[in-house]
């Protein structure tokens, strides 16, 4: 079969695209498998995202690049046609499941941070019950799609791989599989990422004015002291005088200095970190439901017509589809190292070789620096405004 010169590129950088998710996420799983100190709750549930991701990358999308260059014909088998249509929901299910776990532990250490927090032994029993659930959503897709014998004309058939339940049972479960695997996750992640930015934002304000009180205190302490120190000094000699204010002074700046320590700078930092990592399980969350929505839309709308887009496989919707979801298992990484200093040492750690570890040590060391400037910068602040 010819394929057309845009077809050809197109397929080159899909492939390219997957070839580069399936070996990032490849290293983000043996991180957080092979180093302690990357084996919180957080990290297991990126661990698990890029696992979900390894599956899609490595076994379910290369398939529908096969399709598009064999549109005619279903040559590969009963199972690969259970697995190209009912793996990707089992995938994407146990993906939305884990960044919905994700959002919920997120929630419950900012703004629950008094209560207990979630043990790593919990967040791996988490993750089995993901894979269950998905499991359970995606069975129903298993057993939906068969291979079947489709015939064109006089003495020839074709065979194609579709549903075969019932039209109504079919449409029912592609509302089920749409509510569950996407719309009420999605709602679930919302509301508990609205919740910490509520939070956040009432705590960065209290943090902020914070400071200033104490400061007024003390220094109406040191008014009040130096007050009563004056009405003394006509009553004591000079000495006793001289020893009470220069304690006075002295203890009003220890209280200030201990409210320096006390105050902004840690809590500017612990801060700042925080919000780097609701940044970026924000951005993961936005860009997998604009990622996979296509998916949804062109699943319900097949189950509800009686057929299967394949048909349509070189069609400019089934395309940008197969982009979408192409990308979804690759950006994933790259928002690790952009916004997680820990992934990024790691992986750099893993990707240099000998004749690169010290430009890479440079860049960490670079990096290191500029958090540091941060927080020196936080402690200036405070002292200033002292």
Not at 286 to 313: H, Q, T
Request: aromatic share 10%; glycine share 4%.
């Amino acid at each position: 079969m010819s394929l057309s010169f845009e077809l050809v590129i197109f397929l080159t950088i899909i492939a390219l695209i997957l070839i580069f998710a399936v070996v990032s996420n490849f290293l983000v799983v043996i991180i957080v498998a092979r180093n302690k100190k990357m084996r919180n709750a957080t990290n297991i549930f990126i661990g698990n995202l890029s696992l979900s991701d390894i599956i899609l990358g490595a076994f379910v999308l290369p398939q529908n690049l096969h399709d598009l260059s064999h549109a005619e014909n279903f040559h590969e088998g009963e199972i690969l046609c259970k697995i190209v249509n009912g793996f990707p929901i089992f995938c994407i299910t146990a993906s939305i499941f884990t960044l919905v776990a994700l959002s919920c532990e997120r929630k419950h250490s900012i703004v629950h941070s008094l209560r207990p927090q979630l043990t790593l032994s919990s967040a791996k029993k988490l993750v089995v019950c993901v894979w269950i659930l998905a499991a359970i959503v995606s069975t129903p897709s298993f057993v939906e799609y068969s291979v079947t014998t489709v015939g064109l004309k006089q003495n020839v058939t074709i065979e194609s791989c579709g549903s075969t339940f019932h039209r109504t049972f079919s449409i029912f479960n592609g509302l089920c599989v749409l509510l569950l695997a996407y719309v009420i996750p999605l709602i679930i992640m919302w509301y508990n990422y609205v919740l910490i930015i509520r939070f956040v934002m009432k705590k960065t304000s209290s943090v902020t004015d914070t400071p200033s009180f104490p400061l007024k205190r003390n220094r109406n302490n040191a008014q009040k002291g130096n007050s009563e120190e004056m009405a003394l000094n006509t009553t004591s000699n000079e000495n006793v005088t001289t020893n009470s204010t220069s304690k006075s002074s002295s203890s009003n700046r220890e209280t200030v200095e201990t409210t320096e320590k006390r105050g902004l700078p840690n809590n500017s930092f612990l801060f700042a970190k925080r919000m780097k990592i609701i940044k970026m399980l924000i951005i993961v969350a936005v860009l997998f439901a604009i990622c996979w929505l296509p998916y949804f839309v062109s699943l319900v709308i097949a189950k509800m017509n009686g057929r299967d887009d394949s048909e349509d496989y070189k069609g400019s919707y089934n395309l940008i589809k197969i982009f979408l979801a192409t990308l979804s298992v690759g950006y994933n990484v790259i928002l690790y190292v952009i916004f997680n200093p820990n992934f990024r040492k790691a992986i750099l750690d893993i990707v240099c070789f000998r004749g690169c570890k010290k430009r890479c040590q440079t860049i960490q060391i670079g990096s290191n620096t500029r958090e540091e400037r941060g927080r020196d910068t936080n402690r200036m602040h405070v002292s200033s405004v002292a």
